[in-house]
């Protein structure tokens, strides 16, 4: 299932560029530009620019560049069907779909989404207002959480009654209700709310819409400690990361994403100064949740108890870390302790237990060795179980750092737990490779470069001065041939042009230029004229007498665009033969 190209098209035309990414980026005006800090990168110094006319940017930094749908892909963590929608929806825009019923899903899920809002507006307003409310505002307060803690968060209150929500969503239709796991049904088929007397924490996606929700009873409550929304159309427990709509923007900043068990836990790293943390809602780490968070981090922290993450998982997280080109750390904290009881004693703590969390293996190697005694027999059996876990890991310069760790720690030969490593074979899960969504700028030299962005932004000025044959590497004239027929528009030739392209074309969008054409264009002549006696020199008869005698011609040529004020004529004589020869050997 597709959107129909021309309403892709209205969405990236009715869409302003400098609004969406403007609430992610501090922008500033520079020229035709709006410049600020990468949101995907660390920097000191802005290096982001936009161009508002063309909705497209470009980092000088880091080399991320695109139009505006890509941008809400990379800062949202969205696919692009996704992204399309979410900007179709900030826009009014009702989109089309070539698959029949599509349509029909997407507008029940934005009624989902619309009900969930009401939802939670009305546990939130309950525990700020509501009598019953009360125990629950008294629960958090001796937690350590303030109003604007509770306001922040859209923390709310579960009435200890069958059908209070039910009653301030009447009208509503019944399967709405239940796609949306506000209800649940009795013996008797009659619908009553699904939490009762819990203190609700909603669960918003990458993009800040309400999912779903997780209750907990207060101390002294019946039932599970923690429940949680049923699956339906928008929630599914084994993608859904809690705290990921706050934290994504931190986690590009500083590299990392901190992985915890519960919402206490997020609320209580965010009040520590860690805002990027997340996590999962009653279920272990899969695949889905880990090719979620590589789109913002490189870093994955885990600050949960890691014998539940770890040594079971161990093959399944150097499959990770291969497959999506990431780190696994793991946070030690103590026997017993929890992020939200060590934010609210000791926050300086808990942020230097995270800023020195350890490598995963490294963390195993750590609680194994701790074992080690004087007594060679436990020092001989801690190595082995040790060694057990580093063979596990798959690239062999890591095992042999750890096998250094552990003869070091128990007084072992390294030869031999390197013999010892080396006996068993080894055996790695694979796990689906990850998307990258910066690409490499094409190899253009700075003349070509020069001439597209005078181009694309004052096109009256050498429009009629160009031609393909001036561009002589595959970049510049393919970006040149694509601006001729995007007829002057960046945004029309990125929608024509080979994607390789879209960099270069992203970058001279943001990029003006004060050249004088004269210069840009003599510049640009003396380069394809050396392109082109490079290329006759390397021919096979370059020996010919007509051969060497059109190479003395070039050279001559080229000799003459050095006497700058009266080079005009050489650079218009140059020009006409490079289109005249464009396809020359």
Known sequence: MAIVDEDIQRVRAETDAVAVIGAHVGLRRVGRRQVGLCPFHNEKSPSFSVNAEEGLYYCFGCGASGDIISFVQQVEGLDFRSAVELLAERAGITLRYTEEGTADRRRRSSEVHELLEEAVEFYHQRLLTGADGGVARSYLRSRGYDGDTVREFRIGWAPDAWEELLRALRGKPRELLADAGLVAQNDNGRLRDAFRARVMFPIFDVA???????????????????????????YDKSRVLYGLNWAKQSAVQRGRLVVCEGYTDVIGFARAGITEAVATCGTSLTEDHVKTMRRFARRIVLAFDADAAGQGAAERVYAWEQAHDLEVEVVELGEGRDPGDVAASDPEALVAAVDGAKPFLGWRVDRILAGATDRPERRARAAHAALDAIREHP???????????????????PDQLRADV?????????????????EELPELEPSELEALRVLAHRPEAIAHRLHAGLFPSPAGSGTY?????????????TDQADPALHPVLSRIAVEESEAEPDDVVRL???LAAQDALTRLSRRGDAGDPNILELRTWLKGRIDELNDVEHCAPTVALLSDWLQAHEDAA
Do not use: H, W
């Open 395 to 413: 690239d062999a310069f890591v095992r042999d750092q750890y096998v250094m760790t552990v003869a070091d720690r128990c007084g072992l030969d």
């Open 208 to 234: 800040g819409r309400p999912i779903g929700f997780g209750g907990r009873i207060l101390p002294g409550g019946r039932g599970p400690k923690y429940k949680n929304s049923s699956q339906g159309p928008v």
């Open 422 to 438: 080396g006996r068993r074979g080894r055996r790695v899960a694979v796990a689906e490779p990850v998307e990258m969504y910066v």
């Open 481 to 493: 041939r694509a601006l001729v027929a995007g007829g002057g528009s960046v945004r029309a030739a």
């Open 524 to 526: 640009l002549a003396r």
